[in-house]
């Protein structure tokens, strides 16, 4: 089959692999009709993760049963089936208690299996004709309808970005009518708004420096601020004044003292650009210090943009190994909550199909580009260049490129 495989940094080539076969009782095999390039592939491409040179990549799939293994009880070839993009047995400690994202059974090098990524287990990726899908009875979430259909892409973000933005206001506690700011408008940070939203959020702010991200929180009743125009937190507040007038300060005073939001979400992660010279400058701590900074007393923030243990490209050694100086002191005098993690998909991926299937969230709509597996390598060069007009980009390995 044809794949897409990691070789060295900054470079991806489509290559001739092995097709995937049944190697266990609960396996599947999986024709992908979609596969997704996310905003984490890049830090592997742009080698700031540890990777093997022949590593077939790709975490966000979707397509069509082929085959399945002979202990597989409720899926069968021809089921339209996504995957999340954690391989999760079912039954460990952790998968029992809804943590999919930390399965002490798929990843003989840890906690937390994936496909085609680094440091979470032996998978193959999806960015490829076929995959292999282990466990594929607790896996495959089954999709109504035909490949192709008007929600072929929509039900693709359910391997990943939907549920992963929808799991960061869990972790910023997002209730109905809370104020949120969100730092990052790639795909993670729009479906971090869009979920806020959903979840009935008064207020949502999204921070980023490219034009057609900004564009795109526009487009979705967001809140945009672009970072190049001056500090993104005092620009929050000066929109806010009106709003803390109104709301807050119904007792004297207490807008002052709570000018901020009560939920911050950093959709940026480690590469996170400086706010003078973006796209020159990383500073990792940039988007934690800025949350920090807006987020009002008794807030919660969700660390969903990932902080990797090692960093072959770190801008120091201490940032190689992962280790970051922090405003702890202004984070405990506010006590404020910080969750971080990887998505636990599964919890989540069921009931935001029905959002989709019901009309009410259409998470496709920043969806940019619809191309055929042998456009990857141009594709990765544009996406993580963060080239205008490259929002989001889903190969289509099997025909249905646009
Ligand atoms: N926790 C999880 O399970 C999970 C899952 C998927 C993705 N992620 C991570 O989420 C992050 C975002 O993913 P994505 O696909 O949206 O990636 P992306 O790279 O497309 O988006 C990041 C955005 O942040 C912007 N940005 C950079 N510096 C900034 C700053 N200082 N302030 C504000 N915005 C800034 C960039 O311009 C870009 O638009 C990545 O770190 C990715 O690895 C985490
Ligand atoms: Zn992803
Ligand atoms: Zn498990």
């Known amino acids: 089959m044809r794949a897409v495989v990691w070789k060295a940094p900054f470079q991806v080539s489509v290559d001739e692999v092995d097709d995937p ?19 984490s592939d890049l830090h592997m491409y742009e080698g700031r993760a540890p990777m093997q040179p022949g590593q077939v990549v790709g975490h966000e799939n979707m397509g069509v049963v082929e085959e399945v293994g002979p202990g597989v009880v ?9 995957l999340p993009f954690n391989i999760a047995c079912g039954f460990c400690f952790n998968c029992a208690r809804g943590y999919t994202n930390a399965c002490l059974t798929t990843n003989p090098q840890g906690h937390g299996g994936g496909y085609g990524y680094s440091g979470m287990g032996p998978y193959r990726g999806g960015q490829a004709e076929l995959l292999r899908v282990p466990f594929a009875d607790f896996n495959a979430l089954k999709l109504p309808g035909k490949p192709g259909d008007e929600f072929e892409d929509d ?3 359910l391997s990943d970005v939907f549920p992963t933005g929808y799991h960061s206001t869990e972790q910023a506690h997002v209730r109905a009518g809370d104020t949120v700011a969100i730092w990052g408008a790639g ?3 729009l479906l971090a708004g869009l979920s806020a939203r959903i979840r009935g959020a008064s207020e949502i702010y999204i921070v980023d420096c490219v ?5 795109a929180v526009s487009e979705m009743g967001a809140t945009p601020i672009d970072f190049r125009k001056g500090d ?26 709570m000018p901020g939001v009560m939920c911050g979400i950093d959709a940026v992660g480690y590469e996170a650009w400086t706010h003078d010279a973006p796209g020159e400058e990383q500073e990792p701590t940039q988007a934690i210090e800025d949350l920090i900074r807006i987020t009002n007393a008794t807030g919660h923030i969700g660390l969903i943009g990932v902080y990797f243990p090692e960093d072959p490209g770190g801008v120091d050694d201490e940032a190689k190994k992962g280790r970051f100086t922090l405003s702890l002191g202004a984070a405990w005098e506010k006590g404020l909550s910080v969750e971080m993690g990887q998505a636990p998909v599964k919890r989540y991926n069921v009931y935001l199909r029905d959002l989709i299937l019901a009309g009410i969230a259409k998470p496709s709509f920043f969806v940019s580009h619809r191309l055929p597996l ?6 990765y060069e544009k996406f993580d260049k963060r080239t205008q007009g490259y929002r989001k980009v889903l190969l289509k390995p099997n025909g249905l490129a646009a």
């Open 21 to 39: 076969r049944i190697e266990a009782p609960g396996d599947a095999l999986v024709r992908l009709t979609t596969s997704g390039i996310c905003g």
């Open 74 to 82: 409720s899926i069968r070839p021809g089921d339209r089936v996504v």
């Open 155 to 157: 039900f693709l973000l």
């Open 187 to 189: 795909p993670v940070g």
């Open 211 to 215: 034009d057609d991200r900004l564009k």
């Open 232 to 257: 993104p937190v005092q620009q929050i507040l000066d929109l806010r004044e009106p709003h803390r007038r109104n709301v807050q300060e119904l007792r004297e005073g207490s807008g002052k003292k």
């Open 374 to 379: 042998e456009a990857a390598p141009d594709a």
